[in-house]
T-cell receptor, first 118, second 112 residues
Framework: ETGVTQTPRHLVMGMTNKKSLKCEQH?????MYWYKQSAKKPLELMFV???????ENNSVPSRFSPECPNSSHLFLHLHTLQPEDSALYLC????????FGSGANVLTFGAGSRLTVL | AQSVTQLDSQVPVFEEAPVELRCNYS??????LFWYVQYPNQGLQLLLK??????LVKGINGFEAEFNKSQTSFHLRKPSVHISDTAEYFC??????????FGQGTRLTINP
């Protein structure tokens, strides 16, 4: 248990469905991230939130909609996905406000949500 | 732009043998370097990090890595591996912002 919990661990959805992925961290961190992990590709950063505010959107299609109601919770709302969106979606968190490099870049990851789009 | 190259997609070794997983990065400025490990059906876990200071960095589970600025490398080593080290290993680089750039990963398989 890393302190970052993702649910559900597995999700199968059709292209017309609407579903959400949830992430919760119990580490007191102020930054949260969504990454996409596809087979044979490097991890791709999708979104970054600092103190609930989105600071990074890495050209992610609008069918992925993030929501960060507070520093401990992060959601990824999914609608009208494509089969190529099937992947492992990883949530991570990190501290902010520390001396540069000492901890701000150290991400703690959840176990991921394995998404299959049919 | 930064990039990370992990030269081997798969590395099979025998138990108790030494292993080196290679990582090269491209950046014209100072960087911070990381190795993460992903065990089956789990997320990524930090193995070790280089932020500054000694170029030889020791991490968890007996792993270490050496930062070589002239060769822009950050290779991961372990003198004697165990079956439990079977996992995928990711090298990552950051220039200090929150954008970590990851390599494609190296799958380490330990054979008895």
């Amino acid at each position: 248990e890393t302190g970052v919990t993702q649910t559900p661990r597995h999700l199968v959805m059709g292209m017309t469905n609407k579903k959400s992925l949830k992430c919760e961290q119990h580490l007191g961190h102020n930054a949260m991230y969504w990454y996409k992990q596809s087979a044979k590709k490097p991890l791709e950063l999708m979104f970054v939130y600092n103190f609930k505010e989105q600071t990074e959107n890495n050209s992610v299609p609008s069918r992925f909609s993030p929501e960060c109601p507070n520093s401990s919770h992060l959601f990824l709302h999914l609608h009208t996905l494509q089969p190529e969106d099937s992947a492992l979606y990883l949530c991570a968190s990190s501290p902010l406000g520390q001396a540069f490099g000492s901890g701000a870049n150290v991400l703690t990851f959840g176990a991921g949500s394995r998404l299959t789009v049919l | 732009a930064q990039s990370v190259t992990q030269l081997d997609s798969q590395v099979p070794v025998f138990e108790e043998a030494p292993v080196e997983l290679r990582c090269n990065y491209s950046s014209s400025v100072s960087v911070y370097l990381f190795w993460y490990v992903q065990y089956p059906n789990q997320g990524l876990q930090l193995l070790l990090k280089y932020l500054s200071g000694s170029t030889l960095v020791k991490g968890i589970n007996g792993f270490e890595a050496e930062f070589n600025k002239s060769q822009t490398s950050f290779h991961l080593r372990k003198p004697s591996v165990h079956i439990s080290d079977t996992a995928e290993y990711f090298c990552a680089v950051s220039q200090g912002a929150q954008k970590l750039v990851f390599g494609q990963g190296t799958r380490l398989t330990i054979n008895p």
